[in-house]
Every structure is written in C-alpha cells, then in structure tokens.
C-alpha cells in the first residue's frame, strides 16, 4: 500500500509508477488522511479507481470480484463479497445494494498513474447525499439513511437540511396528515439542543429519528397532493373550514396566511381552537399542534418546509375522529355548554375514579380556579398511569372496548401538558381542553388497579431522572417508531410540566408512573386477541 501525501494533493496526483500496475493488477493506495482508494488495471488496460471501503459497510473493495466486458471497451462491474453488493466500476453507481461508490478519474502521465482526488464542490456534495437519503426511504435502509446524514455534514452542510427535506418529501405521502413523527422530530430536536458540542453522535441520532419515522409513516405510498389555491387569511373561516373538514378551503387560508407573511405566531391560536374544537384523534390533534410550535423554532424551515409541516397539520385536523361524538364522550358537550367558570374544583379522588359523565358533571361545576382544576385532573391521570393493570394487556378475551396498553394511558398527560402549553398563548380554549382531560380520566378509571404498591416506584430525584432516561432514549432500541416516540414524548412531556411547574401537588406521582412505564413489559401484537375478536365479529353479522 503506497502512502499519498494528502496535503500536497493538486486536480492530479501521482499515487503510482505505471510499472506497479500491470494488466489484470489491483493496489491500494492510503493518503495520509486516511482515506484507501482502490486500483485496477483492466486486461485491455484501461485503469479505474474507486475507495477502497465499501460505501455499505467497509468491506475492502479490492478483495471483491471483477467481471470486465458486457459492452463498451473498459465496462466492469465490481462486486463487494461480504453482501453481494455490486457496481459499476465506471461511474460508481450500484447495480445491486444502496448507497453509490466513489470513484476517481484515472489517467497515466510521463511513467505515473494519477488520480484526480479533488472533493466535488461542497453544494453538489449536499445535494448528492440528500438525494441518496430519500432513496434510501422506500425500503427503510435506516444504516443508509444515517450514512447519508453523515455524509451531508462532511460537506459542509447542516444536518437539519435532512429533516426539511424529509418534510418536504413526505407531506403529500401521510394520507391523513401528520403522524407521531411531527412530534417525535419536535422532541428529539429538544433534546439535539440540549447536547454538548462534543456530542455529535447524539445530533446525528435527533436527526436520524425524525427523518426515519417520516420515511417509515410514508413508506412506499402514493402521493396524496394537496388541493391548490389561496385565499386571504381569516382565522374563523379558517376553523369553519376544518369544521366542515373542507380541505381545500382550509389549506387555501393557510397559504394566504403564508403568502401575507404571517408566521406560526399569528396562526397558533386558530390551529388550537380547531384542534380543541372536539376530543379529536384521541387527543393528537391538540398534541401535534403544540408540537409544531417546538418543530418550527427548532427547524427554521425555510417557505416550502414550512408550508408542508403546515399542510400535513392542517389535513390531519380536517381528517381527525371526533370522539366527543361517539356515545362513550356524549357528556362532553352539554358539560362543555355547562361550564360555570365558579366553584371549588372537585377532588382527585373523585377525577381518577369515575366515569366520564360524572367526570364531566364535576369539572363543569368546580371551574372557578381553572388552574386549580388542571392541577387537579393532572394528578388523578398520573395516578391512573401509576395504576394501570397491566393484565389488560395480556388479555386474550375481552372487547374491543377494552383493548387498552400502556400507550393508550400515557395520553393523559401529554394531552394535558399540551392543553397547558397552548393555552398559554390560547387561553379561550381552556375549558375545552380541560374537559377533554376528563374524557380521558372517565375512560381509563376502568383500566386502573388500586391495590398496585406504587413504592418501588417512588423517584427521589426527579430532575436527575428525567435527565437519565432522556439520555438513555439515545440509544433506546425499539424497532417501532411508534413506540420510541411514546417513550420520548411522555418523558419530554413530563420534564417539561416538572421543570416549569416544580411546586405541581402531582410532579411526584407523574415521575413514578413514567418510572413504572419506562420498566413494564410493552406488548404490541396480539394474535389470540385479534383472532377471538374477528371470529365474534363475523359471527353476529348472521
């Protein structure tokens, strides 16, 4: 192997004499940078280059097969021996595998073989690993992705371009709108910001899990375009149009909004009525709109980014179940209609362990201290999280009805630290939102078990706890999206109540609930169940 001198590299760079090379030969040559870069001669002489690290996984490309002809004078291909992957050896693409080869111009001068080692111009490098990243989606090549983020950064450029540009890519493919990986990318955003300069790998990983949970929700699907045109921003028109989930005219308000210049700022509390005008999408809807918020300041969208992020929000509201209408939520909206604005709030007790209409009835008329009232049903659902019986989740003959997991309970409290978070800037949707706290205590105080020891649970040092867990959440090794997303977003969710809100009567019981969840078994398929079910199901449709 012949050393190159990488700081005296020019275009062209002697890295061999002619003679070390003979027909049918192959050498690696090394710069003093470390990279290997590959030699052939072909038998009818004509020379190639390429690194000699194999861009999948580093396999020594020099060791591989070479199969020469197949067309013009000089055509090969070269095949990597450890996963089969293969490429042209002319232009470097990949005939068979991911990610593309780079290859050297190669040409002999005065006894020398020189290569050109020059880098491409950072801007075409960019471009060249972004594109190659959005290859990578369809089949969900996580390593490729990755490899692709890294090597967008070599360049020179900002790993946040990744995920604008997963947004971009993705928006018209998330057939319902936005999915779990708005908010996951907000969070894991969250916790980039908070690492070290010396973390990079941990920057890499906030990026590489937002950009993979767009691409897996958006796998292999059709595009979904978005319905054009533009109208003047009116915020009310704006909600009546989601109200009548008119997409067209929804996203028409929205992009007069853009086009006038307003930013998220303007157009939060309109998106925040609208997501609370019902118990809409079990909770998500007020959830990914709190999210935007993070997921703007953190990603700095540029125009068309931020028009998708706002497109795929605004069809996910359009296109969100409205559980406030089916009969298990009927209480809502005379409870709603009934808001007092006076009275003590009730107690704890009576929030964690009664059904939804009395849940209802007892928030309506003990609203005089609404934040009061928030602390309060706070509490009662980190208790119903602390309790939750876990044998609802093994089961293997119970009702639709009662299909319940630990994500489903965890939803209480991230609602409810959304409900805070916009009502901040939103205040006229707090009785909404509260009242949709009770929907979910009505509905989990039948998934509790109050005789669980809640001690082992017990965290005495919260602030470190949290800190901890989001930490290991680096490295959390789920293969769902889904699930990594839940573990991020009900810790980040809770950090944050506790950090803003460190006197709350409830930040201890919260902290030992995310202790018990973070520690349970999470079981996310169930043959046995699905089976029982679908055969009672076609059985009563005679």
Sequence with gaps: MQAIDHDRLTRWTPVLSVSDLPAGARRVVKTDCGKQIALFRLTDGALRACNNRCPHEGYPLVEGDLAEGGGAVGACRLTCNWHNWKFD????????????????PAREREGEIELDLADPPPAAAQAKALDAMVAGFDRHEYDRIAREIARLQRAGGDPLEALRRAVRETADRLEFGATHALPASADWLRLAAAQAAEAPDRRLVAVLEGVGHFAWDSQRAPRYPFPEGAAAWDAGAFEAA?????????????????????????????????ALAHYADFGHAAIYTY???????????????????????????????????????????????????????????????????????????????????YDRAAEAAARQMLHFDLRLQDATDNPVSRNVGWLDVTHALTFANAVRKLAERTPEILPAGLLQIGCFLGRNSGFVDWSLDAEPWRVDDPAAFYRTTLDGLFDHGEAEYIVSAHLLKTTVALQEEFDERRDAPWAATAAAALNRFLSSPLKRKHALRVARQSQAFVALEG
């Design 291 to 373: 999210k935007t918020r993070d997921l703007i300041g953190a990603l700095n969208p540029d125009g068309e980014t931020l028009a998708a992020i706002l497109a795929m929000l605004t069809r996910s509201l359009v296109f969100a179940t409205r559980e406030d209408l089916i009969p298990e939520f009927k209480a809502y909206a005379p409870a709603l209609a009934a808001w007092s604005g006076a009275g003590a709030a009730p107690s704890v007790e009576a929030l964690s362990r009664s059904a939804v209409r009395p849940v209802m009835e007892a928030m309506a008329a003990g609203s005089g201290d609404p934040w009061a009232l």
């Design 89 to 104: 050896l002319e232009t470097g693409a990949t005939l068979i595998g991911g990610d593309a080869l780079r290859v050297y």
């Design 242 to 274: 989601v109200e009548a989930e008119d997409e067209a005219a929804a996203l028409a308000r929205v992009r007069g909004a853009l086009d006038a210049g307003l930013g998220w700022a303007e157009l939060e509390p309109a998106f925040a009525r609208a």
